[in-house]
């Protein structure tokens, strides 16, 4: 076996073999340390407990960053999605969305060769061997072109795509390594999505394309920056983008709370504008793809997860926001989802049912009033989502073109709620839904408005016949 294919695992039998060992590891430890339970103190036995979770959150965050693919993707999920997860797991996953273990230097070099002709002292001025970021598809690695620019190389993990394929054959033994961190949920069909969405991401071409529709759309925003990508240096497998540093989402929990808000903030505009004004969504808001700067600037990153909507697309979700928040119109409300396909027609269910289910996923907009998204919020809007007994749950359903959306919206509300961000986000969303076209609420609305207003002076007209 070749020393890629060694190190993903590629086959089913042996990734499923190494969750079997882990799981055998952490349970045998715990029927090994029973009889310690058993007879220790209540202060010892809390002791022992928070040592073993301890050990065992660390042995499956090892393993999954090790194996990649779909499994270090739902360790990134768990990280920051699910509040109820242990926090000894929590804190574990959370080393997955940026600290993940990375490929051989020489592994890596091999890439480089196979996709840019030569090794990468040759292709670049300078290159940096160490990685400084390595996630579920790739790692990254600081470079110097031969122009004196400094550049981000995203490398692509050989042979990630049949680890993927792998690791969705595998659901059994996943259930029982990640119960802990997702207690009650359907893991299957979330780590049927994920597989789905990250045989996309393989494409860097796609992400390439993505990234740069993004970059250019959001040149000169105030607060929102996107690197820009070099083609001349990207392919199927690798990717090269300008270098941006800034802080990370763990270096801004510890800066005040008027920072957090603006980054916040600057989150909300990002999601909400580029769905409805760029008609595009960036799927994968895990944390370690955002870097923070003072006064609410975020540069995104990663944008392999990327999709695209149509006006037929949006418009049901338009109709179901200008119902609910300002018609009042439940009926209304109510058809619009079932237009769009989250909700069966004709369900023997009450409209005001259907009204307090789908209503929850509105609530930041509902008042036109500062509110605090808090942690725990978030989570109820997750428990909300995976709610399988609910009276609604056999007639609805998570269409197709809108799965990535409600992803991402799980990942702003968990992001947000960690930050403890307060705004007016109902000011914040009518300046950008297109049926409102509101007034700037805030000094970033403001800035935002004068930057639209210069792209809108500067791109050329279409011409009528």
Avoid: C
């Avoid at 073999?17 to 202060?43: C, D, H, K, Q, T």
């Avoid at 999709?307 to 049901?316: H, N, S």
Wanted: net charge neutral; glycine share 8%.
């Amino acid at each position: 076996m070749s020393a890629s294919t060694d190190a993903l695992r590629l086959s089913r039998v042996s990734r499923g073999a190494a969750l079997a060992r882990l799981a055998l590891r952490i349970g045998g430890r715990y029927a090994m340390r029973s009889p310690r339970l058993l007879f220790a103190s209540v202060e010892r036995r809390g002791e022992l407990r928070h040592d073993l979770a301890l050990r065992s959150a660390d042995e499956v965050a090892e393993e999954l960053g090790s194996m990649k693919g779909v499994l270090m993707k739902l360790g990134q999920m768990a990280s920051y999605i699910y509040d109820d997860m242990p926090l000894t797991f929590r804190s574990a996953m959370s080393r997955l969305q940026h600290k993940a273990p990375p490929m051989t230097a020489a592994l890596a070099a091999s890439v480089i060769v196979d996709e840019l002709g030569d090794v990468p002292e040759r292709v670049f001025a300078e290159w940096d061997p160490l990685p400084f970021a390595a996630a579920s598809i790739g790692q990254v690695h600081r470079a110097i072109t031969r122009d004196g620019r400094a550049v981000a190389v995203k490398v692509q993990y050989p042979g990630i795509a049949r680890s993927i394929t792998s690791d969705l054959r595998n659901v059994g033994l996943l259930k029982r390594i990640v119960g802990a961190a997702f207690p009650g949920l359907d893991v299957r069909s979330l780590v049927d999505e994920l597989g789905a969405r990250l045989q996309e991401e393989v494409d860097y071409v796609r992400e390439a394309e993505s990234q740069e529709m993004f970059a250019r759309y959001y040149d000169g925003h105030p607060v929102i920056g996107v690197p820009h990508v070099l083609f001349e240096l990207s392919t199927s497998r690798v990717l090269t983008s300008e270098l941006v540093s800034g802080a990370t989402f763990d270096e801004l929990l510890v800066w005040d709370q008027h920072e957090k808000d603006l980054a916040a903030e600057t989150i909300h505009r990002f999601v909400f504008r580029s769905l409805y004004r760029l008609h595009a969504f960036n799927g994968d808001p895990h944390p370690g793809n955002y870097l923070f700067h003072r006064g609410g600037r975020v540069t995104f990153l990663d944008f392999g997860l990327t999709k695209l909507f149509t006006q037929q697309d949006l418009a049901p979700l338009v109709d179901a926001v200008r119902f609910l928040v300002f018609e009042k119109d439940y009926e209304a409300f109510r058809a619009a989802l079932e237009q769009a396909g989250f909700l069966r027609a004709g369900a023997p269910v009450p409209t005001e049912t259907v009204v307090d289910r789908f209503g929850q996923f509105y609530g930041t907009v509902l008042r036109d009033a500062p509110m605090t998204i808090t942690s725990a919020y978030a989570s109820a809007i997750v428990r909300r989502f995976f709610d399988a007994r609910g009276p609604l749950a056999p007639y609805s359903d998570v269409p197709r073109a809108y799965v990535i959306m409600q992803r991402i919206n799980l990942g702003l509300y968990a992001l947000l709620g960690s930050l403890n961000a307060t705004a007016n986000w109902r000011r914040i969303a009518e300046e950008i839904w297109p049926f409102r076209n509101g007034p700037p609420s805030t000094p970033i609305g403001e800035a935002e408005a004068r930057w639209e207003a210069g792209r809108a002076s500067t791109t050329p007209q279409k011409v009528k016949n």
